[in-house]
């Protein structure tokens, strides 16, 4: 509602047009950016050392 501008829950019902596919578009849209996110942080997690191996001077 807020994205849109509207400025109630009924202007928003109003000029809310969403079909299923277009829900599953969206939600498979969120679910790969998450992925990637997810993915990225995983990496990024990998590359770095640990404190114990700072610790050590590794």
Do not use: F, N, P, W
Request: charged share 35%.
């Amino acid at each position: 509602m807020v994205r849109a501008g509207q400025a109630s829950e009924k202007a928003a019902l109003i000029y809310q047009h969403s079909d299923e596919e277009r829900q599953e578009e969206v939600a498979a849209g969120l679910d790969a950016t998450v992925r990637k996110a997810r993915e990225e942080a995983a990496q990024k997690a990998a590359e770095r050392c640990s404190g114990t191996d700072l610790a050590r001077g590794e």
